[in-house]
């Protein structure tokens, strides 16, 4: 499977893991994916939800000063994830840029708000 629908999963994984009263780690987390999706990449979903929750505050100081009147706990969970996977991405892989603000577009696409993935988009594209 691509790394598109792997870092679609990354994403619910760490919606999941930032759900209140969650105690699950994150190899539980992504225990519940691997039946339904025997074929993803684990390596690289394991490599960037562990690479963000154990990042987040350097993620959010990276992030922040791009926001333009926004602050990191002021935008829906949703966008947060979605920069802060994508902060990751771009500043430890070798993935073109591109690709990435690309994937993180089309994630906000399908898990936020209408119009939001211009404003995910500015603020990756500042980032770097």
Request: net charge negative; no cysteine; hydrophobic share 40%.
């Amino acid at each position: 499977m691509s790394r598109k629908q792997a870092r679609s999963q990354a994403f619910q994984t760490l919606f999941q893991l930032e759900m209140k009263n969650s105690d699950l780690t994150i190899e539980e987390a992504i225990s519940f994916i691997k039946d339904d999706y025997p074929d993803l990449d684990f390596g690289f979903i394991q490599w960037l939800v562990s690479g963000v929750k154990d990042h987040e505050p350097v993620l959010d100081e990276t992030i922040a000063p791009h926001l333009n009147g926004w602050t990191i706990p002021r935008l829906l969970k949703s966008d947060r994830i979605i920069l802060r996977m994508a902060t990751f991405e771009l500043l430890h892989s070798d993935t073109p840029e591109k690709v990435i603000i690309n994937e993180a577009v089309e994630l906000t696409k399908q898990f936020s708000d209408d119009d939001h993935h211009r404003f995910v988009n500015g603020v990756l594209s500042n980032i770097k």
